[in-house]
């Protein structure tokens, strides 16, 4: 579904405040009102569901309607969006309030999109005809069992929904047990969140785990073959009676349908309960209540849970933005979510004390999980600016969060190389990288460039590249497909490419306003590129990264919660190749090996890291004023080698530590530029010349770095050894062909020396 180039494009949002007028309802529909607007949007909200507002009836001579408008009045004009409503009393009378009939027609007739949030309206011949209704249904599983079994209704319900959204971010996963029917492809969304509204509340924090929600609501169950999943939470909270008891921690319960002799049992068991909120007018009580709370510990409904649906909260989400961690059952949603930092998915009783004990003990660290979770997954720009790129609209604030349409490198795409010198891939994978910068190329033909995000990025990612397109396409394909990034920007310094480079940047920078392009005329070298790039970089943070990378899905939060130590100035990962201990053993062949390597790894080394006396450039962070502190990279060091030595040099001098953080990983290939640029013979005449301007200007002599020895290697280096003794006669002397590995001449009875050997013995 495409709508043209409008600049600030029509959108209606068709919601339901009105029939459940309480504080989450409305929390949710507003901030899909303000997140769309804030992304440059025309945004009005109607109600036209043919449904009876009851809660407005107090006398049956009330006339309920009128009511109902002037409750959606108040909320918007509270809201700040005073005058862009309209309310349809079908049952009324037929009376428009807000907007005249002929008004709301011309509305829904100019309009780039009607979403049906919640699924709540029933489509009129008025909506169906503009072919722009989208269904974004908040509570999924009733509806797919429904289409799945033929259910008529439900056909012709959906089916005439040009695009379909859910809150379940697993349908059509492995391990969903949601039913999947032909021609209704329910793409995942989640609840987005405006996160000004929960920051910052000025409220005292109370010791207390919280929720907002319904105890008992005996309806909506579904059977699938010959199984029934139950909608009631009560049926979950009884499984957990007795958290309170053992964990000695104060619970409370803001719980509507729930009866008195329920409280009585919930109170027996150490929960507290109290008032439900229910009322327009507790909209602010309900936010302060939220964020006065230690946290939220809540269970999900059965359906969710055992059919693994991936739902999740959208007052769990306000929870996350607010600071306030979750503890909550798990429906599936890790799949999508980072866990263990802020949220706390659980099963068992077990694994909820498990939470619960984890919580108080490191509660400021999951206080910071929270909100990073908030503003990486929820953060209304990123989730609403997620679901107009999928639908083809375009506002006129582009959102700061990642570009649908980068899906990443195939799972299967090979790794491996066939030569160092040069670095040459293997066919096949050549072959596949050549057709995604094909495809690239050809998707951003006679498109626009993409407009900018409005506001500055958090970090700035430069890359300098000098010719190895794929490469590069490699790296910026991992680098804008990673949702789980922060907002950022990737400023790619073009060192005077002559391969297909200039062209793909192009492309890039077409499809996609985080991509910023800074064109140099020739190669002017690794450091004056780098320079460049930061003096073009609008990040708080700035991180140099090769383009012969590939980074993983999470591979930059790990970075960033390193430098939150003010003494750290600079923090590189792990990786599969470079010069010093940040190399480690790297078991994988593919992309999807190492993803899954970098996940593990990320888990097993969560928050550690070492300090390291030289942080090689192929990847390093730091805040921007550090850099500015430090000052540019020496570019004397001509094309390459050894100003990142010099700069560690000079970062230590300044007084900042460097670090090297165990949990996060990128791969690298290595020497992608200047193995193509220069052959081995002057790329020892580079070494060479840059060694000796490194050793003039610190009067040092250098070292090569430590590394670090693995099982394999201790036991090849052994076996080495062996086989000298074994091999050669007594008193011989033994070249070896290595990287200078003092421990490889260890041997009896020889005089050992390397090969090739440097004129000053080395």
Request: charged share 25%.
């Amino acid at each position: 579904m495409t709508t043209g180039t409008l600049s600030a494009p029509r959108v209606v949002v068709l919601g339901m405040m009105s029939r459940i007028p309480v504080p989450g309802v409305i929390w949710q529909t507003v901030h899909y009102l303000l997140g769309l607007q804030r992304l440059g949007c025309d945004v009005w909200y109607v109600e036209d569901h043919g449904m009876t507002p009851t809660a407005f009836f107090d006398e049956p001579q009330d006339d309920g309607w009128q009511r109902a408008a002037s409750f959606v009045d108040g909320v918007m004009r509270q809201f700040g969006l005073s005058g862009r409503w309209a309310y349809h009393a079908e049952h009324g009378g037929r009376r428009h309030f807000g907007m005249s009939e002929s008004e709301l027609q011309a509305l829904y007739r100019s309009a780039a999109v009607l979403i049906n949030l919640h699924g709540s309206t029933k489509p009129r011949d008025e909506h169906i005809a503009t072919g722009k209704l989208v269904l974004l249904e908040t509570d999924p599983v009733e509806l797919q069992v429904q289409l799945a079994a033929g259910n008529k209704d439900a056909l012709e319900y959906a089916g005439v929904h040009s695009a379909f959204f859910t809150f379940g971010e697993n349908f059509g996963k492995p391990g969903c047990g949601l039913p999947v029917t032909p021609g209704f492809d329910f793409m995942p969304t989640r609840q987005p969140v405006v996160l000004d509204f929960w920051q910052d509340v000025d409220v005292p924090a109370r010791p207390v785990l919280t929720t907002v929600g319904n105890w008992r609501q005996l309806h909506r169950e579904v059977a699938i073959e010959d199984q029934t999943y139950h909608w009631s939470k009560h049926l979950e909270f009884l499984r957990f009676l007795d958290l309170p008891a053992r964990t000695n921690q104060a619970f409370e319960l803001a719980l509507s349908s729930c009866q008195p002799e329920d409280r009585v049992l919930l109170e027996a068991h150490g929960w507290e309960t109290r008032p439900p909120f229910l009322t327009a007018a507790s909209v602010e009580d309900y936010r302060r209540f939220i964020a006065s709370s230690y946290g939220e510990y809540t269970v999900a409904k059965d359906q969710n849970i055992r059919l693994h649906t991936g739902w999740f909260s959208d007052r769990s989400a306000t929870y996350l933005a607010a600071g306030r961690p979750v503890l909550t059952q798990d429906t599936g949603f890790g799949d999508t979510l980072p866990t263990g930092k802020g949220l706390f998915p659980f099963l068992t009783m077990d694994e909820a004390v498990a939470a619960v004990e984890e919580l108080r003990a490191n509660y400021a660290v999951h206080q910071r999980g929270a909100r990073e979770i908030a503003k990486e997954f929820f953060a209304a720009d990123v989730v609403l600016g997620d679901l107009l790129d999928r639908i083809g609209i375009r506002p006129t604030h582009r959102h700061m969060g990642p570009a649908s349409r980068f899906r990443g490198l195939p799972a299967e795409l090979c790794l491996q190389s066939v030569s160092r010198w040069p670095l040459r891939l293997l066919d096949t994978t050549t072959a596949t990288v050549d057709a995604l910068v094909r495809s690239r190329l050809r998707e951003a033909a006679g498109r626009r460039p993409a407009p900018a995000p409005v506001q500055a990025p958090e970090v700035s990612i430069v890359v300098v590249v000098h010719n190895g397109v794929r490469f590069t396409a490699m790296c910026l394909e991992s680098l804008l497909a990673d949702a789980d990034a922060p907002a950022a920007e990737v400023v790619v310094v073009d060192n005077g490419s002559t391969d297909e480079t200039p062209q793909l940047l192009d492309a890039l920078h077409r499809l996609d306003g985080r991509v910023r392009v800074v064109s140099l005329n020739r190669n002017m070298g690794f450091a004056k590129g780098n320079n460049a790039g930061i003096a073009a970089a609008r990040g708080e943070t700035v991180v140099l990264l090769n383009n012969d990378t590939i980074v993983t899905p999470g591979w930059l939060r790990p970075l960033l919660a390193h430098l939150a130590d003010g003494a750290v100035g600079l923090v590189g990962p792990t990786t599969s190749r470079t010069c010093n201990e940040a190399e480690i053993e790297s078991p994988y062949r593919t992309v999807g090996e190492l993803a899954e390597f970098a996940a593990a790894r990320s888990r097993a080394f969560a928050g550690r890291g070492f300090d390291i006396g030289m942080l090689a450039m192929f990847c390093v962070a730091g805040r921007r004023s550090t850099f500015e502190q430090i000052g540019a990279l020496d570019e004397s060091f001509e094309l390459g080698l050894f100003e990142d030595d010099d700069y560690a040099m000079r970062a230590r001098a300044a007084g900042f530590r460097l670090m090297c953080a165990e949990d996060a990983f990128v791969h690298h290939f290595g020497q992608a530029s200047l193995g193509t640029v220069l052959d081995s013979e002057r790329y020892d005449d580079l070494f060479n010349r840059n060694r000796a301007r490194f050793e003039a200007k610190w009067s040092t002599k250098w070292t090569p770095h430590a590394r670090r020895m693995s099982e394999a290697y201790v036991d090849l280096r052994d076996r080495t050894c062996r086989a000298v003794e074994e091999l050669t006669p007594a008193g011989a002397n033994v070249l070896v062909t290595a990287k200078g590995d003092d421990a490889l001449l260890a041997f009896e009875g020889r005089t050992g020396g390397h090969f090739p050997g440097l004129p000053d013995g080395s």
